[in-house]
């Protein structure tokens, strides 16, 4: 599978003649042609080279000299007995595409499509020569006619293993990794098991990784631009390609539980924590559905471990105050968001949610203070406003109920 360039070899075995008591340039050939089978190359140059000798107008034996040539490297040598093959037989399509071969071996492109070319319309049906056309304008860099051929040359045989090799190998440069992935897969059903195919399965697995990586940037492309359903989608098609990829899992469920798909989003979560248990992030933001879902008992679960795992996470700890403040567990609760501020003093949020708890205890000047420093925190105008209604709104509480001081006149 390594060398995908074809080699086409016509091995016509004749019985030998009866009576013949010296060499013949049949049995030369023969032993030529048998010697190439057991892959005993220079053995068969020499026998072909006496054959040759013998009977120099033998098409055939130049055709199989060259292939042997071709096997030993001496690519130069093997074009010369193609070429004299073709002298003998000029519509001889076989020495057309191995000399095609030999000479896009050598980096001739346009020589070897017009070798090849011209063994195809002699040959019209037949795949090999079609996958070598394919792999000439895959060296020549045109993508477009390298698939374009090879995909006649597999109309033309669908068991042909190098074609669907080769297929792959030009979906993978022009990076349609999906269409390479099944052609690597359709060469990996046709090959069986080998040291071969190990390695095609190593190059799949690596381009699974790639292609859902690229969907996943595409998706994430799509939730900047607010599409989430599209995101969702594309995220969908990445994890048939890798199932197992926590990020994809993590950006889906967050997406889902942004659409209020909190169920679904839970799913994904629970994949993510399958192949990465230790992950604080997503036992947080697992727990984050279950709150909406008033599972509170399940959210705590999940925003305690989140702590265990990363005790400098601020939200985890904001978050878990909130279930506790459905609980009517103040004191934690409190406990909670006073954490959440002393690791991160500069979300407004904290302050807001402990005001809440301050209120709730029946201290309004620690609740006015914590509304003041949410207030101080906050640049949107929409928030502004409703935060100055809040501190506004204390301060005449707190002066209603004071005593009013009174003077006595003696």
């Known amino acids: 599978m390594k060398n995908l360039l074809l080699c086409f070899a016509l091995f016509l ?11 013949s340039p049949v049995d030369l050939y023969n032993q030529g042609v048998e010697a190439l089978k057991e892959n005993r190359v220079d053995d068969a140059i020499t026998l072909l080279n006496r054959a040759i000798q013998l009977d120099p107008m ?52 346009d020589g070897a499509l ?79 098991k080998g040291e071969d195919v190990t390695e095609v399965e190593k190059k799949i697995a690596t381009l699974r990784k790639v292609y859902a990586e690229d969907l996943h940037r595409d998706g994430l ?11 969702v989608a594309r995220w969908t ?15 889906r469920g967050l997406t889902l539980h942004r659409m209020e798909h909190y169920k679904k989003a839970i799913e994904d979560f629970d994949a993510a924590l399958e192949q990465d248990p230790g992950n604080a992030e997503l036992h947080r933001i697992r727990g984050d559905s279950f709150y909406k879902l008033k599972q509170y008992d399940r959210a705590l679960v999940d925003y305690t471990r989140s702590i265990q795992l990363n005790a400098r996470d601020a939200i ?35 302050y807001e949610n402990r005001a809440l708890i301050f209120l709730a205890k029946g201290d309004p000047r620690k609740a006015l203070e914590d509304y003041r420093k949410a207030l101080a925190r906050v640049t949107e105008e929409k928030l502004r406003g409703l935060l100055e209604e809040k501190v506004a709104e204390i301060t005449k509480s707190m002066a209603e109920s004071e005593p009013t001081a009174t003077t006595t006149l003696r």
Request: hydrophobic share 40%.
């Open 13 to 23: 075995v004749f019985p030998p003649l009866a009576g013949w008591a010296q060499e």
């Open 58 to 109: 033998d098409h055939l034996a130049y055709n199989n000299l060259g292939v042997a040539y071709k096997r030993k490297g001496l690519l130069d040598k093997a074009i010369d007995s193609y070429t004299r093959a073709l002298e003998l037989k000029p519509d001889y399509a076989y020495a057309l595409a191995n000399r095609g071969t030999a000479k896009l071996k050598k980096g001739d492109v």
């Open 114 to 192: 017009s070798d090849l070319t011209a063994a195809a319309a002699l040959k019209k049906r037949d795949s090999v020569i079609r996958t070598t056309i394919g792999l000439a304008y895959l060296q020549k860099g045109d993508l477009d006619k390298a698939v374009k051929e090879i995909l006649q040359g597999i109309s033309f045989n669908k068991k042909n293993l190098r074609a669907y090799m080769a297929l792959g190998e030009i979906y993978q440069r022009k990076k349609d990794y999906g269409r390479a992935i099944e052609a690597f897969v359709r060469g990996i059903e046709l090959s069986g």
């Open 221 to 231: 492309e799509l939730y900047r631009h607010g599409k989430e359903k599209e995101a």
């Open 237 to 251: 098609q990445a994890l048939k390609v890798a199932p197992t990829m926590v990020g994809l899992h993590r950006d």
């Open 316 to 350: 985890a700890y904001n978050n878990r105050g909130l279930v506790y403040h459905e609980q009517s567990e103040l004191d934690k609760a409190l406990s909670d968001y006073t954490q959440a501020i002393a690791l991160d003093a500069s979300n407004p949020t904290f």
